[in-house]
């Protein structure tokens, strides 16, 4: 069972959860927007096993501070802020969508501080049609301002994090979610194409792909980052 923790970093309070064998290498699994560290709770099993699992929820979103201050590089500055606080040197860095781009920005500005780095179902930062989103009814677990300030991002993003793909070090996982996710494959095949050592897998499962086919999902990455048992 994973323990619910908090750290202070920067003034920024994050919530995370841990679970998994206190001497264990350690593995950072990074929520899509508007989740948190719960949308992993159906694949957690499969980690804990192996790894020391830290699951924090972004600012912004769930148990975290909410700032009022968002961008995809205060997120990526949060997270190499956690690893130092928990005194995390070098880890295995695990991203989806949202929390994908958090990863390969931290895994291009920080490459030492990433082992092995898998994105589920990310674009590369490439130029998007822009959309207004539409704040859903009620209570929210997120920030809605978080939501307009990172997909203003997203759309059109800093042509400095395509350019930097290639800084990457670390050996790199695509899991793409194929035919059925709104995410253009062609996108993700791009970033394969520059990040030096990236492979990709496509699941049929569309952009959700841990949640919807948790059992492939977690059989392509064991297969990549624990080779010897496949």
Known sequence: MADHRRVDVGGIELAYRVSGAADASPLVLLHALGKDAADWDGVLGA???HWRVYVPDLR????????????????RDDVLGFLDALGLDRVTLVGHSLGGFVAYL??????????RLVLEDVS???????????RPD??????WEMVLAVRKQIDDPDPVW??????????????????LSHVPQD??????????????VT???????????PREFTDAVLAFLRPAEG
Do not use: C, K, N, Q
């Open 60 to 75: 912004g979103h769930g148990e975290s501070a909410w700032p009022g201050e968002y961008s995809l590089e205060l997120m």
């Open 162 to 179: 395509l350019d930097r793909l290639g800084e990457i070090t670390s050996p790199t996982l695509i899991v793409a979610g194929g035919s």
């Open 124 to 134: 590369a930062p490439l130029p998007r049609e822009r959309t207004v989103p539409v």
């Open 138 to 143: 009620g209570p929210l677990s997120f920030d």
């Open 203 to 213: 699941v049929e499962a569309g952009h959700l792909v841990h949640d919807v086919r």
């Open 47 to 49: 980690f804990e096993r």
């Open 106 to 115: 931290l895994a291009e500005g920080h490459p030492e501080r990433v082992d």
């Open 187 to 200: 996108r993700i095949a791009e970033m394969a194409r520059r990040i030096p050592d990236a492979r990709v």
